[in-house]
């Protein structure tokens, strides 16, 4: 078993959802990492753990978002795990970093939520996407810069967030009861 994989282990079993839904999704995620030692790893066709980040800034009344190329909608920033990434809370704050450009970000360790999804994602089959979320914060006047993998990337004000955005507003929700 891998330190990452550890470590995910360990901090959904410290984590306690405040909703039953969420606890279902937890034990369901808990069980799947039991039973896969490779769960964190993108090889995992039947399904891997991957780290997302819900970037709000520094006053906490926008939310940054991405157009997804292989999804062709608006998301919060994250992705896969990689072998240098020792904790899930590292693999987060390096996906909104990487994909933010800014520089400076800071990460809550608590996770905010949890869900998986399927998803045909760079092993080019449908897979499941078993995602961990965590809350990140931007510095003052911090200025997003796209990366190859958005076709866009944009603050949004948290009261007027896009229109096709599925799981978004209640994860904005989540994270501003967060802070």
Same mark, same amino acid.
């Given at each position: 078993?891998s330190?990452? $994989?550890?470590?995910?282990?360990r901090r959904?079993?410290d984590?306690?959802p405040q909703d039953?839904g969420?606890? @279902? *999704?937890k034990? &369901?995620?808990?069980?799947?990492l /039991?039973?896969r030692p490779?769960?964190c790893?993108?090889?995992? &066709?039947?399904? $891997?753990?991957?780290a @997302?980040?819900?970037?709000?800034? &520094?006053t906490a009344? $926008?939310?940054?978002?991405?157009?997804?190329? %292989?999804v062709? %909608?608006?998301v919060?920033?994250?992705?896969h795990?990689e072998p240098?990434?020792s904790?899930?809370?590292?693999?987060?704050l390096?996906e909104? +970093?990487e994909e933010?450009?800014?520089r400076g970000l800071t990460?809550?360790?608590? #996770?905010?939520?949890?869900e *998986?999804h399927?998803? +045909?994602c @760079?092993?080019?089959? #449908?897979?499941?996407?078993?995602d961990v979320?965590?809350?990140?914060?931007? #510095?003052v006047g911090?200025?997003p810069?796209?990366?190859?993998?958005?076709?866009d990337?944009?603050?949004? #004000?948290v009261?007027?967030?896009?229109?096709?955005?599925?799981?978004?507003?209640?994860l *904005?929700r %989540? /994270?501003?009861a967060m802070?």
């Amino acid at each position: 078993m891998s330190t990452l $994989h550890a470590d995910v282990v360990r901090r959904l079993t410290d984590w306690e959802p405040q909703d039953h839904g969420q606890q @279902s *999704v937890k034990h &369901a995620i808990l069980a799947f990492l /039991a039973a896969r030692p490779d769960a964190c790893e993108r090889a995992c &066709a039947p399904g $891997h753990i991957t780290a @997302s980040a819900v970037v709000l800034d &520094a006053t906490a009344d $926008h939310v940054l978002l991405t157009l997804h190329p %292989r999804v062709g %909608r608006w998301v919060q920033l994250g992705g896969h795990c990689e072998p240098e990434d020792s904790t899930l809370v590292e693999a987060a704050l390096r996906e909104a +970093t990487e994909e933010s450009g800014i520089r400076g970000l800071t990460i809550d360790p608590r #996770p905010v939520h949890i869900e *998986v999804h399927p998803i +045909t994602c @760079s092993l080019g089959v #449908p897979t499941r996407h078993l995602d961990v979320r965590f809350v990140v914060r931007a #510095p003052v006047g911090a200025k997003p810069v796209r990366s190859a993998e958005s076709v866009d990337l944009q603050w949004w #004000p948290v009261d007027e967030l896009p229109s096709d955005v599925d799981s978004i507003p209640d994860l *904005v929700r %989540r /994270a501003l009861a967060m802070r």
